[in-house]
């Protein structure tokens, strides 16, 4: 059974930053594209960012290009660094596999989903 566990959540001040980690229990993880969605109260689930089986390609949300790195290591963890937090990033944080990086950035298309982390930021 393929689990994601995430992790890394936390509180922290604007300005702050805070490491995210999945573990995957991918057999083949080196062959799925993987992805961090968020979702904040009242609102959608909303594409972070993404990066290839590879690691060799990444995507981000505009809001969160510059302040936000996706990475991956052999190990079966995908990481989100992020930087320079604002309030606005306050949500519950969810990494996502997907077989297809040019599809993992939609929601419907994601094969497989993290448990979720919460993320508050205060000002």
């Known amino acids: 059974q393929v689990q994601l566990v995430d992790s890394g959540g936390g509180l922290v001040q604007a300005g702050g930053s805070l490491r995210l980690s999945c573990v995957a229990s991918?057999?083949?993880?080196?062959?799925?594209?993987m992805g961090w969605f968020r979702q904040a109260p009242g609102k959608e689930r909303e594409f972070v960012a993404a990066i290839s089986g590879s690691g060799g390609r990444t995507y981000y949300a505009e809001s969160v290009k510059g302040r936000f790195t996706i990475t991956r290591d052999n190990a079966k963890t995908v990481y989100l660094q992020m930087n320079s937090l604002k309030p606005m990033d306050t949500a519950v944080y969810y990494c996502?596999?997907?077989?297809?990086?040019?599809?993992?950035?939609?929601?419907?298309?994601?094969?497989?989903w993290g448990q979720g982390t919460q993320v508050t930021v205060s000002s």
């Open positions: 991918l057999r083949t993880f080196s062959m799925y594209a």
């Open positions: 996502a596999a997907d077989v297809v990086y040019e599809k993992i950035r939609v929601e419907v298309n994601v094969d497989y």
